[in-house]
């Protein structure tokens, strides 16, 4: 079984920006319930890409990458919640366990932990976007592949740690209106954590983006791209959204990822506009006016993703 701790980097590490080459990594991020499986796999269906099967998280979670550079979490702490948490952990609200266990072998989780607590000392940089590589780098190369997607929600809000270890990665950035979003969350936390109300739900989602906003202020927006997943399941923006992603990424055109984006990606499934459904018609107007002072903010200041953010609001108000 290997362990992957022959890999230093990907093949094509180090990526100019304006390379028509794949990139080497791509990390998509939200705000969650933004719509960034729906994108991860729209990519992952390009012959170029092996998608991560679920959230990593161990290089964005508190605890995780960002806390263990700036010296909140030491590297011992950090390794044992790989080892007891992010490999494996009981998710009580789905009844399952989740982790990347499901495609990280205990040996492999060992071999690289160790090399990590040996590196760490004296190049704490290396050892981390070692450990990344060792983990996850073999899900490329077993089906050989050229690049990696990898989906944890907070990739782009975490993009300024992410973007110095990995210079050959670029960011998606995924947005969704932040009503349906607001309602999805809600509805996912079932009244019983925050966000339990529609008003604490854009209060969340608020945080969210502009927390996302100051990770591509760190790393560089010519390295995040934004997609709406209203834009892709909309008639007026479909086509257009699906080509400038697939350019960004520096991917060719391919057959097997337009026929999963046009066979999958629908309205229907996007669930647009569900936010109506979860409010009663009473207090639509209330939500929707709330909504639009929280967008012009995010205008105002400059957020990233805010335009799209407007071109939805404007599409819905049609």
């Given at each position: 079984m290997t362990t992957g701790l022959e890999t230093e980097?990907?093949?094509?590490a180090g990526l100019k920006a304006d390379s028509p080459e794949p990139v080497p990594i791509l990390f998509v991020g939200g705000t969650g319930r933004s719509g960034t499986h729906v994108v991860s796999k729209i990519l992952g269906n390009h012959s170029s890409y092996r998608k991560v099967p679920n959230e990593a998280r161990f290089h964005t979670d508190p605890g995780g990458y960002p806390d263990v550079l700036a010296g909140r979490?030491?590297?011992?702490?950090f390794i044992y919640r790989l080892r007891h948490h992010w490999w494996r952990n009981f998710e009580a609200r789905r009844f399952t366990f989740r982790g990347i266990h499901r495609y990280v072998p205990k040996a492999r989780l060992d071999a690289a932990s160790k090399s990590f607590l040996r590196r760490f000392g004296t190049e704490p940089e290396a050892a981390l976007r070692q450990l990344f590589f060792d983990l996850l780098w073999p899900l490329a190369t077993e089906w050989s592949k050229s690049g990696l997607i990898e989906q944890s929600c907070d990739t782009v809000a975490e993009a300024g740690t992410l973007g110095e270890l990995f210079p050959e990665a670029r960011f998606v950035h995924v947005v969704r209106d932040g009503r349906?979003?607001?309602?999805?969350r809600v509805g996912q936390a079932r009244w019983l954590a925050y966000p339990r109300t529609m008003d604490q739900g854009l209060e969340w989602w608020e945080g969210r983006i502009r927390r996302i906003d100051s990770g591509v202020r760190a790393v560089g927006a010519d390295r995040v791209h934004a997609v709406s997943l209203d834009d892709l399941v909309s008639d007026d923006g479909r086509r257009r959204?699906?080509?400038e992603l697939r350019r960004f990424a520096g991917?060719?055109?391919?057959r097997d990822m337009l026929d999963y984006f046009k066979g999958r990606v629908k309205v229907r499934n996007a669930h647009t506009e569900r936010w109506?459904?979860?409010v009663p018609a009473h207090r639509q107007a209330e939500v929707d006016e709330?909504?639009?002072r929280i967008l012009e903010g995010l205008e105002r200041d400059g957020v990233h993703g805010a335009?799209?953010?407007r071109r939805t609001r404007e599409r819905s108000a049609r």
């Open positions: 980097a990907p093949p094509t979490t030491g590297p011992e702490l349906d979003v607001a309602a999805s959204t699906y080509s991917l060719p055109a391919e109506r459904d979860a709330r909504y639009e335009a799209l953010l």
